[in-house]
């Protein structure tokens, strides 16, 4: 095995540590060799802070005239620790942290967290079906929100505002969905480990109903605005090209391989939360290029308004916590007329009559539940492909090790493979289909 | 049963493991949470009951030893198809001249899930192997995971890779260890191209280096920040919080009670 | 008596502060600084329900040279920092910063290696907005406390003098830590 350094720089130990030597020659004659191999080329940095839409990513591009010779990524300037934060907080409180990471896919990411956890816990099948099928029913509704981001900042950055004003209008009507749910428009932390945080309030199945109704009709406006476009046409098709070889290779999963004409979805493949009892198509293109994933991914909003009918239909009442009261802790608690989250059952049964159930009251607060040795995999098929946790233990509290294999962050390793050969503008269409999410992809 | 080569130094001779448990005569002992077999990798030592750190021991229980261990090496058969991947694995290890029990440190079926423990001098072929046999075919890597252990001596940097195969719709795991001292495993681009910045970014979290890898450098981290902020010796970094007439410290700086 | 009796009808008189004020607090051009979460609500904010054109604050410019209002909206890392300094740096003044949500206003729940404990140790801070995110309502609430700011602002000599008021002020302020009271 070689002993190779990253850096080449030359290195010197002093008392002072190490001190680097780096040498690249006079900055003059740099320049000047430079300007004499070729006058026509520039490199362009974009970002990270820029007009277009997908946070703080930079792209390094070297042209020549509108020609993309080279292009790479500069990332890691939303990183945040949060796999570092998460060894610090219990397993339930994971969750608030995991809902952070790819912030328009939060159901996304708590679920393939709970469903590591849970794995880990050995309780899969505690479960209660209530709460998976309203896992299912929030994540296909998250699918919706996703892909409707993801068109109106796509199209917003064609310069085609319409298409984001629309996209966003709808995205509204789902926000209010989880509003009501959850309490919160983003950043929900209500899957948790074993279940949920609480039950769907009342009110919360009729209004699902009127938004699919509604839906069902906002829909079509995307395919009579922007499906047969001659302008949007022009500018997508062709555009962003990567072939079922280079997304293997590229581990692309996600839009980006269906639109390569592989109909690999985990959903269908590897079912968790029992997706293999609903009926719904896995849309494929085989283009190839961004045009081909805009399509997939309107049609696969249409797939998931119809998983969200199944579930209304399945739903009914039950527990939405497994049994185990440790695990279960938190979603004992009931909404009290202050509005906060306080059962008073509770309270009187820990402080009037039980001294242990006082004291497992105070532990698990204190320290949280306790999960076996060992470690786990879970993943799930979020919007932007395959979102996989690989979850530690050591049987603490809390977790040894977190980490997120963040489809946005694979993927975007693609964009130099799509842009490199094109033209400059062509850039943005082709990050905009990959539809890379900065919070996924530093964490 | 016991490996000793994973066990590392940590072994208690006496199989009572120190705190008067004996798994061969207590058989609710294997559920206890540090004694999941007494074969696996001890990663901890724990001591005490609730593992409050700071301050006299209060509770009597402050005597008490454990340690972590990983799940350990499992027998065959492993059930399933784990066994079929492990025997074309071997098989086609031996057809390429190798020794299947040299790559193959030991196998870890836990939870429904196998994993490969591959000597690190071995980890390319393999990775090869897996993804080109037609009976294998582990068409997908979904990216490395770095995992430091600073309690497994000589094993304290572990490298975790997911692969998936989509035309056997099956997932394996590969885990390769290299001590602190000698943080290199060989790197898995020429095989998956995928894991370029998947070990840019263990490589600036942990400081696992991967051997022919076309650039490793720093990728989330600003390039000229010091240290591996993921491993466990580095502190979360956190500041106090100043309130009215109090102040809370950062969640590391806190009692824990894990 | 004043030059009021002196006027036509149909005038107005003001101060220059309060007419430059009036003409800046109508006119502010935010720049696109979305990070993270909260970029999000900001264009949520924009977009068709919540209309942030009702308030003259629609057209977000994608250099800094054209913006004179930066919305932090999100974490700032490490790595993020200087950049950020840098797109303050190149915005033309009078120009203001609303911190957006807790993660800028002082690093929120990521207390931890990478991220900036509160973009006040970077940029000087107008608006403190907090939210984990914040709802467009209460950006929208942010934004006209800012509006409200830059119409009372003052102007040459009194701006030196707010300044050297306010300075004083803060470095006679009572450090937190001293204050007594509820953890509030």
């Given at each position: 095995m070689s002993t190779q350094t990253p850096s080449s720089a030359s290195a010197r130990e002093t008392t002072e540590g190490t001190v680097y030597t780096v040498t690249g020659g006079d900055w003059d004659e740099v320049v000047q060799s430079a300007a004499r191999a070729d006058d026509e080329r520039l490199i362009v940095n974009m970002g990270p802070q820029h007009p277009s839409t997908h946070g703080v990513l930079r792209l390094i591009l070297e042209i020549e005239g509108e020609t993309v010779t080279e292009a790479r990524c500069g990332i890691g300037y939303l990183h945040t620790g949060i796999e570092k934060n998460l060894e610090y907080r219990t397993w339930t409180q994971g969750t608030t942290f995991v809902t952070r990471m790819d912030y328009l896919t939060p159901f996304f990411n708590e679920t393939a967290y709970c469903l590591a956890v849970e794995k880990l816990l050995g309780i899969e099948d505690e479960v209660p079906d209530r709460a998976t099928i309203i896992r299912v029913l929030l994540m296909e509704l998250n699918r919706l929100s996703s892909h409707l981001v993801c068109i109106a900042t796509g199209g917003m950055e064609l310069g085609a505002t319409t298409i984001m004003i629309y996209g966003f209008r709808d995205r509204e009507l789902i926000l209010d969905i989880y509003e009501l749910i959850t309490g919160l428009r983003m950043n929900h932390a209500y899957i948790r480990p074993g279940g949920l945080a609480q039950d769907l309030p009342p009110g919360a199945v009729d209004q699902i109903r009127e938004f699919v109704k509604k839906m069902k009709?906002?829909?079509?406006?995307?395919?009579?605005?922007?499906?047969?476009?001659?302008?949007?046409?022009?500018?997508?098709?062709?555009?962003?090209?990567?072939?079922?070889?280079?997304?293997?290779?590229?581990?692309?999963?996600?839009?980006?391989?269906?639109?390569?004409?592989?109909?690999?979805?985990?959903?269908?493949?590897?079912?968790?939360?029992?997706?293999?009892?609903?009926?719904?198509?896995?849309?494929?293109?085989?283009?190839?290029?961004?045009?081909?994933?805009?399509?997939?991914?309107?049609?696969?909003?249409?797939?998931?308004?119809?998983?969200?009918?199944?579930?209304?239909?399945?739903?009914?009442?039950?527990?939405?916590?497994?049994?185990?009261?440790?695990?279960?802790?938190?979603?004992?608690?009931?909404?009290?007329?202050?509005?906060?989250?306080?059962?008073?059952?509770?309270?009187?049964?820990?402080?009037?009559?039980?001294?242990?159930?006082?004291?497992?009251?105070?532990?698990?607060?204190?320290?949280?539940?306790?999960?076996?040795?060992?470690?786990?995999?879970?993943?799930v098929e979020s919007p932007k492909g395959e979102l996989g946790v690989h979850v530690v233990s050591d049987g603490g509290t809390r977790p040894y090790r977190v980490h997120f294999r963040d489809p946005s962050f694979t993927n975007l390793q693609a964009m130099a493979a799509m842009c490199e050969g094109g033209q400059v503008a062509d850039v943005i269409v082709a990050v905009a289909s990959i539809d890379p999410v900065m919070g996924g992809v530093d964490r | 049963m016991s490996d000793a080569k994973s066990n590392g130094a940590n072994t208690p001779g006496d199989g009572a493991n120190g705190n008067g448990v004996n798994p061969e005569k207590d058989?609710?002992?294997?559920?206890?949470?540090?004694?999941?077999?007494?074969?696996?990798?001890?990663i901890r030592v724990q001591r005490g009951m609730f593992g409050a750190n700071n301050g006299g021991d209060t509770s009597g229980y402050g005597g008490l030893v454990r340690s972590v261990r990983l799940p350990g090496a499992a027998t065959r058969p492993y059930g399933g198809w784990f066994d079929e991947v492990a025997d074309e694995l071997e098989g086609a290890l031996e057809e390429q001249g190798l020794v299947p029990g040299n790559a193959i440190e030991k196998t870890v079926v836990d939870r429904g899930e196998v994993t490969f423990h591959i000597e690190r001098e071995y980890l390319v072929a393999v990775a090869q192997t897996l993804r080109d046999d037609p009976a294998l075919r582990f068409e997908l890597c979904t990216g490395v995971s770095g995992v430091h252990y600073p309690g497994d001596k000589g094993r304290e940097l572990h490298a975790v890779y997911h692969l998936r195969s989509i035309t056997h719709n099956r997932v394996i795991r590969l885990e390769v260890s290299a001590p602190d001292a000698d943080p290199h495993v060989p790197s898995l681009v020429p095989v998956y191209p995928t894991n370029d910045w998947h070990e840019r970014e263990t490589y600036d979290f942990f400081g696992l280096i991967f051997d022919g890898h076309p650039a490793l450098t720093r990728i989330m981290m600003p390039d000229d920040w010091q240290g591996f902020p993921q491993r466990k010796d580095y502190p979360l970094g956190g500041i106090p919080v100043e309130y009215k007439g109090a102040q809370i410290p950062a969640p590391d700086q806190r009692r824990s009670y894990s | 008596m004043g030059l009021e009796e002196k006027l036509p009808s149909g005038?107005?008189?003001?101060?220059?502060?309060?007419?430059?004020?009036?003409?800046?607090?109508?006119?502010?051009?935010?720049?696109?600084?979305?990070?993270?979460?909260?970029?999000?609500?900001?264009?949520?904010?924009?977009?068709?329900?919540?209309?942030?054109?009702?308030?003259?604050?629609?057209?977000?410019?994608?250099?800094?040279?054209?913006?004179?209002?930066?919305?932090?909206?999100?974490?700032?890392?490490?790595?993020?920092?200087?950049?950020?300094?840098?797109?303050?740096?190149?915005?033309?003044?009078?120009?203001?910063?609303?911190?957006?949500?807790?993660?800028?206003?002082?690093?929120?729940?990521?207390?931890?290696?990478?991220?900036?404990?509160?973009?006040?140790?970077?940029?000087?801070?107008?608006?403190?907005?907090?939210?984990?995110?914040?709802?467009?309502?209460?950006?929208?609430?942010?934004?006209?406390?800012?509006?409200?700011?830059?119409?009372?602002?003052?102007?040459?000599?009194?701006?030196?003098?707010?300044?050297?008021?306010?300075?004083?002020?803060?470095?006679?302020?009572?450090?937190?830590?001293?204050?007594?009271?509820?953890?509030?």
């Open positions: 009709k906002n829909l079509p406006e995307y395919d009579k605005l922007a499906t047969g476009n001659p302008i949007f046409k022009a500018r997508m098709q062709d555009i962003g090209y990567l072939d079922l070889a280079g997304c293997m290779a590229l581990g692309a999963t996600g839009p980006i391989l269906r639109s390569a004409g592989l109909p690999h979805d985990l959903r269908k493949a590897q079912p968790y939360c029992g997706y293999e009892t609903y009926d719904f198509e896995i849309p494929t293109a085989d283009t190839c290029d961004a045009y081909g994933r805009f399509l997939v991914r309107l049609e696969e909003m249409r797939q998931s308004l119809a998983i969200i009918e199944q579930c209304l239909d399945r739903l009914q009442p039950g527990p939405v916590m497994v049994a185990d009261k440790k695990i279960a802790w938190p979603a004992q608690l009931a909404l009290g007329p202050d509005g906060l989250g306080n059962s008073l059952d509770h309270i009187k049964k820990i402080m009037g009559t039980s001294m242990e159930a006082l004291i497992h009251h105070f532990k698990l607060v204190t320290e949280g539940f306790r999960v076996p040795p060992g470690q786990a995999y879970a993943a | 058989l609710g002992a294997a559920n206890l949470p540090g004694m999941r077999g007494d074969h696996g990798e001890e | 005038f107005l008189l003001t101060t220059v502060e309060q007419a430059a004020g009036w003409v800046r607090k109508a006119s502010v051009f935010p720049a696109t600084f979305g990070l993270a979460c909260c970029a999000i609500e900001m264009m949520t904010t924009g977009a068709g329900r919540y209309d942030l054109a009702r308030f003259g604050m629609e057209v977000f410019r994608g250099s800094p040279r054209q913006a004179d209002l930066m919305i932090v909206a999100g974490r700032v890392s490490q790595k993020m920092a200087p950049v950020l300094r840098q797109v303050y740096d190149q915005m033309p003044s009078p120009k203001w910063v609303i911190s957006m949500g807790v993660c800028a206003s002082s690093g929120g729940m990521f207390n931890n290696y990478a991220i900036v404990q509160g973009v006040d140790h970077i940029v000087p801070v107008d608006i403190y907005l907090p939210g984990c995110p914040p709802r467009p309502e209460m950006l929208m609430d942010a934004i006209l406390k800012l509006h409200h700011k830059i119409q009372t602002s003052k102007l040459g000599v009194n701006a030196e003098e707010a300044a050297r008021e306010a300075e004083e002020a803060a470095l006679k302020a009572l450090p937190t830590i001293e204050m007594k009271g509820l953890l509030r």
